[in-house]
């Protein structure tokens, strides 16, 4: 089993930025994709951005595009997303997730093993 833990939300201003943190545990994740994704109330949970084992492929969705980046720390088997010039439509709870896969296969929440239980993200403009 692998525990997914997410930190780093909170209220920010339009215009602001945050560092998003997924730390996992009880299992080496150094393998495996991980990815973002958000869910606004009253909508679908929407990819945001993945990436491969080893860092070195990224992905993410066109309207984050610029603004938000996707990285991670093996050694700390842990994934970050930065977020950047945040917009009111950003706000959302943001879920960390793993792919038991090395290459990233879709945007799907199907495509996704593991979940974290999310960090909301509020921005005010």
């Known amino acids: 089993q692998v525990q997914l833990v997410e930190s780093g939300g909170g209220l920010v201003q339009a215009g602001g930025s945050l560092r998003l943190s997924c730390a996992a545990s009880?299992?080496?994740?150094?393998?495996?994709?991980m990815a973002w994704f958000r869910q606004a109330p009253g909508k679908e949970r929407e990819f945001v951005a993945a990436?491969?084992?080893?860092?070195?492929?990224?992905y993410s969705t066109s309207s984050v595009k610029g603004r938000f980046t996707i990285s991670r720390d093996n050694a700390k088997n842990t994934v970050y997303l930065q977020v950047n010039s945040l917009k009111a439509e950003d706000t959302a709870v943001y879920y960390c997730?793993?792919?038991?896969?090395?290459?990233?296969?879709?945007?799907?929440?199907?495509?996704?093993?593991?979940w974290g239980q999310g960090t909301q993200v509020t921005v005010s403009s």
């Open positions: 009880g299992r080496t994740v150094s393998n495996y994709v």
């Open positions: 997730a793993l792919d038991q896969r090395t290459i990233v296969r879709g945007t799907s929440p199907d495509a996704y093993d593991y």
């Open positions: 990436i491969n084992w080893s860092g070195g492929r990224t």
